[in-house]
Structures are given as C-alpha cells and as structure tokens.
C-alpha cells in the first residue's frame, strides 16, 4: 500500500507539472499569437497608409501640373474652356486679384481632406523666412518671437550669417573654421543651407531646444533660393517678422487675405499696416515655384512632410522632391487631429477636364 500511494503522489506531482507546463506553453502562444496579430495589423495599416500617400502625392502633382498659379494660390478648373481662360488671366494679369478659377487651393498651410484618409496641407516657401537670406533684422525678431532670451540673439544670428555666407571672414560674436576646430564641429558650409534642420550644425544652434521642439522653427522657416516673402502665405507670426506688424494686426492681415488677396498697397492699408517697398523683389503677391506638403494620414496620425520644386523646363521630370521626412505623429505629440472641411480636387475630374 506505501508503494502504491507513492506511485500515486508521483503520478499527481508529474500530472500537476504537465498541467503547468501546458498551461504556461497556452499563455505564451495566446500572447504569440496576440502579438502576430498585432503586427499583422499594424503591417496593414502601414501598407493602407502607403498606398494613401502614394495616392495623395499623385494628386498633388498632377494638379500643379495641370492647373496654373495665381494670387490666390492653385487655381482649380473643371472644364477645358475654363483652364483656358485661367491660364490666358494668369498670363496677362498673374498678380491679379480677381477670382480666376471655379476654385482654388490656398498655399497657406490650410488643411484640405483627400477622401477618409489624409489630410494634406501646402505652404508656399515664400511664405516662410528664409535662413539663407534673411536679413539681420528679421532673424532677430524671428528668434525673438520664437523664446530665444534677448542677449542670445545677436551670437546666433552671427553665426548662422558667418556659415551660410562664402567668406571666411568672422562677424563680431560670430564663427568660423578655427572656431569650430576649437568645439570640435565640423567646420561651417559656407554655402547655402539645403534644409532647416542643417541650422543645427550652426555653433550654438543646436542646443537652443526652444527651436526644435515640435520642430518650432521649421513650421515658419525654410532654407532655399526663394526670394521675397508673399504676405498672402505666410503664417502670422511670419508677417510679423517679414512686415514689423504687431501680432494683432498681424492676425487680422491673415483673416482679411482670406476675403481679398493683399496684392496692391491699398489692400494693405486696410490690414492696418503698410510695408515699406524699396526693394521691389522683397514682397511679391505670387507663390514661389517652391512648396513644402504635410501629409497627415488617419485614423494613427503619421505625419510626413515634403519640400518638392517645379521644374517645368527639366528634362528628367517637371518637378523635384528636395526632401522628405517623417515627423512626429498627432497621436504622439497631443495634436488634436483637426477637421478639415474643404476638399482637395479629384485628380479624375482634372484629368476628365483635359
């Protein structure tokens, strides 16, 4: 009987570890399988996101292709007889502020739908500061309004002039190659910057957190050949920077361009402030051939962003992607997703109207 009960209880200690080890196997091939499922979803919705901007960017060329510029922005027309008249108005009158097209696309970084599943939004680069041009002037208040402390200002904005200019010559409180020998940084370009966030590079920059930070300076600056600033793009806080307005003023410019181009002199005044123009190429009421698009894709909220260039006269393609970058997404960062109600044209009614 003491063998038997002793067979027994191993029998019960080997029936229980089987038990635990099958249950323990179970638990790890539910999570298993719970995790392929997961990555399976995610593969999907990332190839869904794909195809989607895939589409989307196809959309946006084919319709700065077809349709013609204006004042306004991307005139839109749905019928041949009307993109003919649009392109003969934009010929003889491209700074005019009559209403052109049937519609148009705004280049001031308005949000505009692309069926259920992306957001897209264009900004004009003469909308935006330009590090490789701008004066001293402006890249003071542009810092300035940007949280750069007032004693800090002068340093960087030196720096940034000694590494795009083509000298080797320093500017009081700026930087050159011995400089950047002595911190140990590569030396500086000088040359033009290609993007934004080559300002890192520049002696000090790139600890100022205050302008990477939700990429705060790339939202109102560019690095490019552009010239000018276009006051019917740019955001608010770059009317402050580019025409000295106040940020009151600079907020109702923007709400006034929505209704009438600022084109003359006389629609400025009505905004409250009147820029000077003694340099005639420094505001000019019509978009650049340069354009920056942000792409929102829905429902995870990736963001990706795009600087393209038309080149119309190219023999390789009529237009070029300068870049383009992931950014952090809505879900991550606390953006509310917004929602747009315009929507960006059909490219199969474009295509329809050639």
């Known amino acids: 009987m003491t063998g038997s ?13 089987l038990v635990a080890f099958l249950a323990s196997a179970a638990s790890l091939l539910t999570l298993w399988v719970g995790r392929s499922t997961e990555e399976a ?33 991307l005139e839109v027309a749905t019928s041949l007889s009307g993109l003919r008249q649009i392109g003969q108005l934009a010929m003889s009158q491209p700074f005019g502020s009559s209403a052109l097209g049937e519609a148009f696309i705004a280049l001031d970084d308005r949000p505009y739908r692309l069926g259920r599943s992306v957001e897209l939004r264009i900004q004009d680069a003469r909308g935006l500061v330009n590090l490789n041009r701008a004066t001293r002037d402006e890249l003071m208040r542009l810092l300035s309004r940007l949280g750069i402390d007032q004693e800090r200002l002068d340093p960087l904005v030196a720096k940034l002039q000694d590494y795009v200019d083509f000298d080797d010559l320093t500017r009081p409180n700026g930087a050159e190659r011995e400089d950047y020998r002595r911190e140990r940084l590569p030396p500086p370009a000088n040359a033009p910057m290609r ?19 939700r990429s705060a300076l790339a939202e109102v600056a560019i690095a490019s050949s552009v010239v000018g600033y276009n006051l019917n793009t740019a ?26 181009p600022l084109i003359t002199p006389e629609t400025l005044v009505r905004s409250g402030t009147l820029p000077e123009f ?29 600087l393209f260039q038309l080149t119309p006269t190219s023999n390789e393609a009529p237009w070029r992607i300068d870049y383009q970058l992931e950014l952090t997404s809505v879900a991550e960062d606390g953006v509310a997703p917004s929602d747009p109600t315009p929507e960006f044209p059909d490219p199969a009614t474009l295509l329809a109207s050639r």
């Open 41 to 73: 979803r995610l593969l999907r919705q990332r190839v869904q996101e794909e195809i989607a901007l895939a589409d989307a960017k196809a959309g946006l060329f084919y319709a700065f292709l077809v349709q013609p510029l204006s004042g306004r922005g």
């Open 195 to 213: 993007t934004v966030w080559e300002a890192r590079r520049v002696l000090g920059w790139g600890a100022e957190a205050v302008l990477w930070n």
């Open 235 to 260: 955001p608010a806080l770059v009317l402050e920077v580019a025409a000295g307005m106040t940020p009151e003023v600079a907020l109702q410019t923007v709400a006034l361009r929505r209704k009438t």
């Open 278 to 306: 003694t340099d005639p190429l420094r505001f000019v009421p019509f978009p650049s051939d340069v354009f920056r698009a942000t792409f929102i894709l829905r429902p995870g909220g990736r963001r990706v962003q795009l």
């Open 5 to 17: 009960k002793r067979e027994g209880g191993y029998a019960l200690a080997a029936t229980l570890w």
